[in-house]
């Protein structure tokens, strides 16, 4: 089969979706005024009324699409990732619901968070995983087992982009002003920063962070992190941002023949680390062949 493209999650109409066995999506942001992702007090997460009514704000937010595809086109199995947050909104009745509904449509369904440091990426952060698997299947198999922990790379691995993003301090108003602000003014010598290869930088809050061989969440956008090698100071690119979402090269060097580098950094931004996602997607596959006997050859 060629692949379709059926245009965004909001556009696509379920019901003219072509068959499929594997359902593998992103749950986009939720709508921040709404109770769904809310704080709820403990006491009213109790209340019948209270969760009825986060029942009711879920099918207005985005996530609802992936409901509706799940329930329409019923596929075998399916993968979802989403902001570990989740797991707490609205006292954990927004979890609770979407749960519910994909389990009214015939799922066994598990949940799990991931950093993504145990995806063997050497980058701080972590995605909540939804697995489905449909209830006729399930019966017949074993133990679904989650993805064992990866050994990381050394950071070095994915910073490879020394030349095109050296920073003159001399010249970078925006690094100087922000070290020489409150309440960064005084606490840091860049000498003693520079000693340390491949030490990160994050300046992308008021106050500084630094971090070793490892880089903040990308979640919230890559400009204003950088690194240390060799004495000098780096801004990370969006190569490596991508890099560090766990992209294979050949993927990058073909989308870096299109874009600018902000452009590839706001890629990164908004894409879900790629072991995590093929690591859980071989266990899946492994239990669907060995257990169920669904040939999932081309996965």
């Not at 986060?54 to 596929?75: G, H, S, Y």
């Not at 989740?86 to 994909?102: H, R």
């Not at 941002?241 to 452009?263: C, H, Q, V, W």
Request: with cysteine; glycine share 8%.
């Amino acid at each position: 089969m060629k692949d379709v493209y059926c245009g965004g999650l909001m556009e696509i109409q379920p019901a003219k979706l072509p068959e499929f066995e594997l359902l593998a999506a992103s749950v986009p942001p939720f709508n921040s005024d709404s109770i769904a992702c809310k704080r709820v007090d403990v006491e009213d997460s109790k209340s019948r009324t209270v969760y009825g009514r986060v029942k009711q704000a879920l099918r207005k937010q985005p996530i609802n699409q992936i409901i509706n595809i799940v329930q329409t086109c019923l596929p075998q199995c399916f993968l979802i990732e989403c902001d570990n947050e989740l797991l707490y909104y609205a006292a954990g009745l927004t979890k609770k619901a979407f749960v519910s509904e994909l389990r009214a449509a015939g799922y066994v369904v598990k949940y799990k968070v991931f950093s993504n440091l145990y995806a063997g990426i050497p980058q701080i952060g972590e995605r909540l995983y939804f697995l489905g698997i449909k209830n006729k299947y399930a019966e017949k198999g074993g133990v679904f087992r989650w993805p064992a922990r990866k050994k990381a790379l050394h950071i070095a691995h994915y910073l490879m982009n020394f030349n095109s993003n050296a920073v003159n301090l001399r010249a970078d108003g925006y690094l100087n002003e922000y070290l020489h602000s409150e309440p960064n003014r005084g606490n840091y010598k860049m000498s003693r920063i520079l000693i340390e290869n491949f030490l990160v930088l994050d300046t992308r809050e008021s106050e500084l962070r630094i971090l070793q061989q490892k880089v903040p969440g990308l979640s919230d956008g890559v400009d204003g992190i950088f690194y240390v090698f060799e004495g000098r100071l780096f801004r990370m690119s969006g190569r490596e941002a991508l890099s560090l979402r766990g992209f294979p090269d050949g993927y990058i060097n073909k989308f870096a023949e299109k874009f600018t580098d902000s452009m590839m950094m706001e890629k990164a931004a908004k894409e879900v680390t790629v072991p995590m996602i093929s690591s859980i997607a071989a266990n899946l596959k492994e239990y669907m062949d060995n257990f169920i006997g669904v040939d999932y050859a081309g996965f």
